[in-house]
């Protein structure tokens, strides 16, 4: 983790939302209803895009019930 989160890595923005509030990264979707946020898919334990393709897939599982 440490090195994506380095300058030039694709995280390197995490350490610097909002004022260190947040943290920001890959596998994290939110589940909108009517143009309202109202929960969220959060998946971690892969690689960013394995955690984001994931996440998507639980998205649109969730959205069909």
Do not use: K, N, W
């Not at 995280?11 to 979707?29: E, I």
């Amino acid at each position: 983790f440490v090195p994506m989160v380095q300058p030039g890595g694709d995280l390197f923005a995490v350490g610097s939302a909002h004022a260190g509030r947040y943290v920001v990264l890959p596998g994290g979707l939110p589940i909108e209803i009517d143009g309202h946020v109202v929960g969220a898919v959060g998946v971690s334990g892969g690689s960013g895009d394995q955690d984001s393709a994931i996440a998507a897939t639980a998205l649109e599982a969730a959205t069909q019930a």
